[in-house]
């Protein structure tokens, strides 16, 4: 069976974050250190799960918001931006993390499938063990959660959980409606395509998302939460089969050479899809990955708004003046450094 993440420990020399206006790119470099994956494959063909995307969808969704909160949101959209990564950074170092980013609905019956929607988190651990539902991923219940956490943080007027929570939340909604997230075949490694997830996810929105709309309007109250949750997860499964069927197909028309090339990133040489490679998939999709990621930054503004209302719409104008203090600015830089030093430990994650 399969491991979502690392396999075996292993010791990089060095770890280069390169940050360029909103976007990170986490850039690992192995140097004198042999670097043990899964089936002794190339880092490359791993999913780094889409750092630019991430980070566009959340700065976008600000933009959706009603006047009583968008100033508040304007304020702080570079922490929400940057912030957008951190559950990915999370994935290697807290065990919890991993489940709920997916869920691999072919794990389940046909019968099973039509029902898991309709239950709540309480109701599904009484017919399905914790174990179980972990080792498939829970990312529509968790949502849910989150919702939960955020509509509490803003009753409390907690700035540093809402900018917190609203990152977090913004990151799984934006997984939900990535078809790749539905599926056991998460990075292709069942059909032959490793390497799909990181090409879908963080390749084709980082070549072609500049020409993309995304005005998706003002964001709106969503009555059921979970129900939306599941409908994002139901609608990105019903994609799947293009994605796989298109790569396979493009991939039978292109020599290994061509499929593949070289780019330079601030020095640095890594292999990747080629552009004409990636043209050519991106237009047999037809606008799939937009259509995608225009339904994350609109689910993630209703998302945010619901939270809001259902606080009892709390003055944000009166949180306006809130900077991070030194003391927190310190506790968010070692969390971050302990996700890094963690990454490196021996865990694995559960059969998916």
Not at 97 to 117: G, M
Not at 245 to 274: A, C, H, P, W
Not at 278 to 302: C, F, P, W
Request: proline share 4%; charged share 30%.
């Amino acid at each position: 069976m399969t491991k979502r993440g690392i396999k075996k420990n292993f010791l990089p020399k060095w770890i280069i974050l390169l940050r360029s206006g909103s976007l990170f790119l986490g850039i690992i470099l192995i140097s004198s250190w042999k670097l043990k994956l899964e089936n002794s494959r190339p880092l490359w063909e791993y999913p780094l799960w889409g750092f630019f995307g991430h980070q566009r969808i959340n700065r976008l969704a600000v933009f959706t918001l009603p006047p009583e909160m968008f100033k508040f949101y304007k304020s702080h959209i570079d922490y929400i931006t940057e912030n957008a990564v951190n559950p990915d950074q999370r994935r290697y170092a807290v065990k919890e993390e991993a489940p709920r980013h997916f869920i691999d609905l072919d794990n389940y019956s046909d019968s099973l499938r039509l029902k898991l929607p309709t239950y709540s988190w309480k109701e599904v651990t009484e017919k399905i063990s914790e174990d179980s539902l972990n080792r498939h991923g829970i990312v529509p219940w968790h949502i849910n959660f989150m919702k939960f956490q955020l509509t509490e943080a803003f009753r409390k007027r907690d700035v540093r959980r809402i900018l917190m929570l609203s990152a977090d939340i913004g990151h799984y909604i934006a997984d939900a409606n990535v078809p790749l997230h539905t599926t056991r075949n998460y990075n292709g490694q069942l059909t032959n395509q490793v390497g799909i997830h990181g090409f879908w996810e963080s390749r084709l929105p980082e070549l072609f998302s500049d020409n993309y709309d995304f005005f998706v309007g003002q964001a709106e109250y969503v009555k059921t939460p979970q129900k939306r949750a599941w409908q994002a997860v139901l609608k990105a499964n019903a994609a799947l089969d293009s994605v796989l069927i298109f790569e396979r197909e493009l991939t039978s028309q292109f020599s290994e050479d061509k499929k593949f090339g070289f780019d330079e990133r601030n020095g640095v040489t890594i292999k990747s899809y080629s552009k004409d490679f990636s043209e050519r998939y991106h237009t047999m999709l037809k606008n799939q990955v937009e259509r995608q990621m225009r339904a994350s930054i609109k689910m993630v503004g209703d998302f945010w708004l619901t939270c809001w209302i259902d606080a009892g719409q709390p003055d944000l104008a009166q949180l306006l003046g809130y900077q991070l203090t030194k003391e927190e600015k310190d506790a968010d830089t070692a969390e971050k450094k302990s996700w890094l030093y963690r990454v490196f430990d021996v865990r694995k994650e559960g059969d998916n």
